[in-house]
């Protein structure tokens, strides 16, 4: 069933970020978990009042976000992630994150968070899940002159492959699910 | 010093939003808690892409806020909550809510986060924190016919008093514990 959703999902085009939105979707109907993607920060500049209507952002432009896209509660426990897709098919560049990025997962980890990454292969048609920790490993390792990219064989390794499925479309919580067991 | 600090810093003028925003840059900065302001939701009309400058919006709307203003971490849970100011002396009208930021809170709750509402009676000088439990409770008798705000003496006896401090400006968490201490 997991295979014939891939094949019938994969064809869609949604973007990963939709497929996440839908699958919060479920979630949040079903009473699992409330997790949101984040409003885009924007600097407004002009906004106009007119009469008899609603205000009108006439000049404002995109922030940069100082945070990850998604946060929301499981199970009581806070969660904090970020999705990012990849047209490359043997490694994930690190260029794909901000360091305002990875120190805020670092500093929500810090508070007893659990934080990660989605990352989806898009050529490969595959989802992975991995920890913010294994983030920060390669992430540190960067900045000390090691390698700009995380392998694809660490996705396969340590992280959680994300198979397509009906409802949720993207069931990402089972991996949470484990990821909370090793708590 | 608590009563020369409200002294000092009551005169200021700050609104409750600007007073939480600098207590949770105390908690951010002394890794105690991640808790952030939500990005204003804007619906976003028309962009420009100058050459050689930044996207510029040139029509957006405000959207209407469908979660709460505050969510983060501490001590591992999840934090959710709205700010509100009255002017108001002798009760809180339930009208400074939205049905669907109860309707996220109660989700939220419903999820195993910690909700609650931080009210500021501009008036009084005093600012209260309020479990979300008992702010449902009167939001949903308000629906079956009851009345339509929350009585002070209500804060005052099951609320949580929020004394002016220096580090932080208003130490809520301080509550929040007590309120963990219970669960
Ligand atoms: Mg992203
Ligand atoms: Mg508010």
């Known amino acids: 069933a997991k295979v014939n959703a891939a094949t019938v999902y994969g064809k869609r085009g949604m973007s990963l970020e939709e497929e996440i939105n839908t699958s ?12 949101h993607k984040k409003p885009t920060p924007i600097q407004i500049v002009k ?7 609603a ?4 000049e404002a432009y995109f922030s940069k976000a100082s945070t990850t896209d998604y946060n929301g509660v499981y199970k009581g426990k806070y969660i904090d992630f970020d999705a990012k897709e990849t047209t490359n098919t043997t ?13 805020h997962m670092k500093q929500c980890q810090n508070a007893g968070g659990i934080c990660f990454t989605i990352v989806k292969f898009v050529k490969l048609d595959k989802i992975f899940l991995l920890k913010a920790e294994d983030l920060f490993h390669f992430w540190d390792n960067k900045e000390t ?23 949720p479309l993207i069931p990402y919580l089972d ?6 067991k090793k708590l």
Do not use: C, W
């Not at 906004?47 to 209507?53: I, N």
């Open 145 to 167: 002159g090691g390698r700009k990219s995380i392998p694809l064989s660490t996705f396969e390794e340590n992280g959680y492959l994300i198979n397509y499925h009906i409802n």
């Open 175 to 180: 991996a949470v699910d484990q990821i909370m």
């Open 55 to 58: 205000a009108t952002i006439r």
């Open 91 to 103: 490694s994930f560049p690190l260029s794909n994150f901000h360091e305002h990025q990875i120190n």
């Open 24 to 35: 919060n979707t479920y979630y949040l109907s079903n009473a699992i978990a409330v997790i």
């Open 47 to 53: 906004v106009d009042y007119p009469k008899r209507s």
